[in-house]
């Protein structure tokens, strides 16, 4: 999940971004944040201030270096030095993940942030230990029932930025239809996607969506590789699904295991956090991507100012936090262009909601109700409400027109 962040568009961002518990006080609480297990909290001066970040990956796994983007957008924003940075590359989710966060905070770290699912119970209980010291923890959901003051989690409307490049694929799909490389009927995606989670699934079922909404003959396979980042596994699941008559891939992995497949074998493909052009120059389209830098700047400034961190953020195409890469002229269909800025301005202002339940079928009806093992009820005026009650992806919903196979 990797991109490269703007410094200059995340300076411009900070302020609006950087408004803490202070000022929410006085304000609606923005959708998918919410305020909870508050406590005092001391201000830092800046030239006293660490920050440490635990991260799965480096910087060549796309996920990671999306974050750590995100990471020197803030450092930038901020006016924060090198050594004021602290960062544990390549974690694995175990106790490591712990030993990695007392590590930070007996450092000095006033703040930590930690990028990946299975890390959380680590952080959890770091967070027990070092209550003086906050901890973000992203993709995320206990913060909250942790009863912790000091834990939190965030994550991004990333379905809104899938849904858009889905839109792209699906312009690709019908330029090959008119053109006499396939029929409609052969209008088939491959997905290569990480795990069964919710995650996974809201943003693999937002990407059709997306896609189908141009190019209604579209249906979609999904292989799961059950791990994040092996770029032999997703290489392997991609040619896999080529084979089974898929015609465009895209991915929820971490590497660029499957725009080398789409290259090799001439099939175009949208990726995930990345620009895939490096690898793909012939047939990666775009890349559903993330812009870690508001949220980072947000919290860290928060430190700085001594004010409250929302326990769960997250924030959409509207305030910054997602985008789609850049789009690649030589592959894309004529008027995608056009079409992604017609689809984004519609995110933005609210009269197109990626999960619109007139859109999509379960088993050929529309649902009308969807409750989580709580009992929170998602669907409401006609849409789900994705990212809006936690900011945990919670569709995990397997939509008619899509197959998915362990």
Not at 347 to 358: A, E, P, Q, R, S
């Amino acid at each position: 999940m990797k991109k490269v962040v703007c410094l200059l568009m995340a300076i411009a961002m900070v302020f609006s971004f950087a408004a803490c518990k202070k000022e929410e006080k006085n304000a609606s609480t923005p959708q998918g944040s919410q305020t909870g297990n508050s406590s005092v909290v001391k201000g830092v001066a800046k030239d006293d201030l660490k920050v440490g970040f635990i991260y799965i990956g480096d910087e060549n796994e796309g996920y990671t270096a999306a974050h750590y983007y995100g990471a020197k957008a803030m450092q930038e924003a901020l006016g924060l030095k090198d050594d004021q940075l602290i960062f544990k590359w390549n974690t694995p989710e175990d106790e490591t993940c712990y030993d990695a966060a007392v590590d930070l905070a007996e450092q000095g770290c006033n703040i930590i942030f930690a990028n990946s699912f299975n890390f959380e119970p680590f952080i959890i209980q770091a967070a027990k230990e070092y209550p003086e010291i906050q901890f973000c923890h992203a993709t995320g959901y206990q913060a909250k029932s942790s009863g912790l003051a000091n834990m939190h989690n965030y994550f991004t409307s990333v379905y809104e930025s899938r849904y858009v490049s889905g839109v792209v694929a699906g312009m690709k799909l019908n330029e090959m239809i008119d053109a006499g490389k396939i029929t409609a009927d052969q209008a088939v995606i491959g997905y290569v996607g990480a795990f069964p989670f919710a995650e996974v699934i809201s943003g693999y079922t937002s990407f059709y969506l997306g896609a189908r909404s141009v190019c209604p003959s579209a249906t979609m396979k999904v292989t799961y590789v059950n791990n994040w980042s092996s770029f032999d596994l997703e290489k392997e699941a991609a040619e896999a699904l080529i084979a089974d008559g898929c015609v465009f891939i895209s991915q929820h992995s971490d590497t660029t295991g499957p725009a080398t497949a789409c290259e090799a074998k001439g099939v175009p493909m949208v990726g995930y956090n990345i620009s895939m052009t490096s690898v793909a120059p012939n047939q990666a389209l775009t890349s559903a991507s993330i812009d870690w830098a508001p949220y980072v700047t947000y919290a860290t400034k928060c430190v700085l100012d001594g004010e409250e961190i929302v326990v769960d953020w997250c924030k959409g195409y509207a305030d910054g936090a997602d985008k789609i890469t850049e789009l690649n002229e030589k592959v894309i269909a004529a008027g995608t262009a056009d079409k992604v800025a017609e689809v984004e301005e519609a995110i933005k202002n609210g009269t197109l909601h990626v999960f619109d339940t007139t859109t999509w079928t379960v088993d050929g009806a529309h649902l009308d109700s969807y409750k989580d093992d709580f009992g929170n009820e998602y669907i409401s005026d006609g849409y789900f409400h994705e990212s809006e009650l936690a900011s945990a992806p919670a569709f995990n919903i397997i939509i008619d027109g899509v197959t998915a196979t362990k």
